[in-house]
């Protein structure tokens, strides 16, 4: 089994930019495609951002497309989200999440491992 840790989150300005991390241990990411969710109060958890096993395949949600990269080093364990020009509805916590296959999936009943996720706000 693999085990996600977030971290990165906190407290930024409109406009400002975040990176958040998902580190893995107890098995390589290298068979895992990965992605980023996110869920604020009262919604359902979101998808966020994908990338596949080896990195080459990736995807957006519309929301997010243009301003948030996601990245992997698979070497690191590691996967990345950059969030650029931060606004007022990206608030929430951003949890990473891993599937044991080649290409990530947006929706949440295909990922069996997930972090505890990490909290971003956005202030004026």
């Known amino acids: 089994q693999v085990q996600l840790v977030e971290s990165g989150g906190g407290l930024v300005q409109a406009g400002d930019s975040l990176r958040v991390s998902c580190a893995a241990s107890?098995?390589?990411?290298?068979?895992?495609?990965m992605a980023w969710f996110r869920q604020a109060p009262g919604k359902e958890r979101e998808f966020v951002a994908g990338?596949?096993?080896?990195?080459?395949?990736?995807g957006y949600a519309d929301s997010v497309q243009g301003r948030f990269t996601i990245s992997r080093d698979n070497a690191k364990n590691t996967v990345w989200l950059q969030m650029n020009s931060l606004k007022f509805e990206d608030p929430a916590a951003y949890f990473c999440?891993?599937?044991?296959?080649?290409?990530?999936?947006?929706?949440?009943?295909?990922?069996?491992?997930w972090g505890q996720g990490t909290q971003v706000t956005v202030s004026s």
């Open positions: 999440a891993a599937r044991g296959n080649i290409d990530y999936s947006r929706r949440t009943s295909d990922y069996g491992y």
């Open positions: 107890g098995r390589s990411l290298t068979t895992y495609a």
């Open positions: 990338i596949s096993r080896s990195g080459v395949s990736k």
